[in-house]
């Protein structure tokens, strides 16, 4: 979301203008960049326990807690680094200014803690603002006795025992959620992603890439589910975070059919966008509830409660734009959302795979062809079915491991051209090494967690916060 008071309020004229919107972030693929966000729970850890703060459950937003992990980000800047963002009052991130510049530090609704990388040039450089984050982070959470561990799904805790961060937006979304799905208050509360963002050049060269990685975004599920405990059991789920995403909002999430169309474009994009219901506008640095209300009819000068007098902004898309939770997201690039958050190496491997598949012309077009070889419809089905089954579920007579393997493969062809081309500097293929285990049979991290609940761990879920912290 924008910033208050940094909003665009250009008044909107047309379909065209917000399509040429979209449109201006095409640039040559020679500054084409890779931004990636990761998010994790934090968890209070058994030293620091008491009657107020259970073992192994998530912190609060406190000065012994969240709130405090932000504001020592913010010292350690010393104003240089890090420019505080506030929510009437209260400090709910941070945006990265000098050294830090393209980057943000900010809170999911449960005080999911997520890093938003700034886009650079190569998978060597993430890794290395990965590793620099954990680094920061790591002294006041010792010190408050919180660790962090990025899993999918939270393996232990009900809606109740999480807390709710104190952002107006998330207010706003935990009063609709409920009206629109029943598992929407889990996405928000219980959920932890990685993601990666990626460039395009043309109105041709987005759709290609959005297909591509549209129809391939259930494998990306499968070799990264990491999400098999609920409440402290099996779940059933390889990945209960993508099953949750199944009935969070299905008005603006998943795999729509009319991005698998011809025609299909920016100012169809915009079209598709506005009939997705709104949630919030800001006027004058204040969030307005307007959830429901249609975009499109206000546009039109129809009327819509609480929007009477106020005329739609470029700035009022562009916060819509960030309400859209397709399993691809559009916007001046392209967001890569199928994955449960993971390991380090897992996260790495996330943005390896996206980068291998798309980033190299050769690639993208041997991945456009791997992708037309079934409709559309077959990879919905594959979305519906992974959640549970993973790599297991079926695929075109086989099982989605086989189609995992060779996306894997095409992805590592792309990252070898890429350091032929000096692109990359060095070579990244290695950040592709847990796929290559995992498509060739090895376990995803999910049955490896399984495996350890039925084995070292007895039965005892909150082994994995120790076994999973970053």
């Not at 969070?248 to 999430?253: E, F, H, K, L, W």
């Not at 739609?312 to 916007?331: I, N």
């Not at 189609?403 to 990359?424: H, P, W």
Request: charged share 25%; with cysteine; aromatic share 8%.
């Amino acid at each position: 979301m924008s910033n208050p008071g940094e909003q665009d309020i250009t008044p909107i004229e047309s379909v065209s203008q917000l399509a040429a919107l979209l449109a201006e972030g095409g640039k040559p693929s020679d500054r084409w960049r890779i931004g990636t966000e990761h998010e994790k729970f934090g968890f209070v850890r058994p030293e620091a326990a008491g009657a107020d703060r259970p073992a192994w459950m998530p912190p609060a937003y406190s000065p012994d807690g969240i709130a405090e992990i932000l504001a020592d980000l913010h010292r350690q800047g010393d104003g240089g680094e890090w420019e505080g963002i506030y929510d009437k009052g209260n400090l709910i991130g941070l945006k990265g200014i000098g050294p830090e510049r393209g980057s943000s530090v900010s809170l999911e609704p449960a005080g999911q803690f997520e890093l938003s990388g700034a886009p650079l040039a190569n998978l060597h450089d993430t890794a290395h603002e990965m590793a620099r984050h954990f680094e920061a982070i790591r002294p006041i959470s010792r010190s408050l006795g919180i660790g962090f561990a990025p899993l999918g799904f939270h393996p232990t805790a009900s809606r109740a025992d999480m807390p709710w961060m104190p952002k107006s937006r998330y207010a706003i979304m935990r009063a609709y959620m409920p009206k629109v799905g029943s598992l929407g208050l889990d996405m928000m509360q219980r959920t932890c992603t990685v993601q990666v963002n990626l460039d395009f050049a043309s109105e041709a060269d987005m759709l290609r890439k959005l297909r591509v990685s549209l129809a391939l975004q259930p494998v990306a599920t499968a070799l990264f589910a990491n999400s098999p405990f609920y409440e402290g059991r099996p779940n059933g789920f390889q990945s209960n975070r993508a099953q949750v995403w199944t009935d969070t909002d299905n008005a603006r999430s998943g795999m729509p059919a009319a991005f698998f169309r011809p025609d299909f474009g920016f100012e169809p994009y915009v079209e598709w966008l506005l009939d997705v219901p709104m949630y919030f506008i800001v006027r004058d640095g204040v969030i307005l509830d307007v959830a429901g209300r249609s975009l499109r009819a206000w546009m039109n000068g129809e009327r819509q409660d609480g929007l009477e007098g106020l005329t739609p902004t470029v700035g009022d898309f562009e916060d819509h734009l960030t309400t859209a939770f397709t399993d691809v997201r559009l916007k001046r690039f392209l967001e890569m959302r199928g994955a449960d958050a993971g390991s380090p190496e897992m996260m790495m491997a996330q943005s390896a795979l996206w980068v291998g598949l798309l980033y190299d012309e050769a690639s993208l077009t041997a991945a456009d062809a791997l992708v037309r070889e079934q409709p559309w419809e077959a990879y919905a089905d594959l979305r519906a079915a992974v959640p549970r089954l993973g790599l297991d579920a079926p695929w075109a007579g086989g099982s989605a491991r086989d189609l995992a393997r060779r996306m894997v493969d095409i992805a590592a062809q792309g990252l070898r051209a890429r350091a032929l081309t000096d692109a990359a500097e060095r070579d990244e293929r290695h950040f592709l090494d847990p796929l290559h285990e995992i498509a060739a049979g090895g376990p995803t991290q999910a049955e490896r967690w399984l495996e350890r609940y039925h084995g070292r761990w007895n039965g005892d879920v909150n082994r994995i916060f120790a076994e999973a912290a970053i």
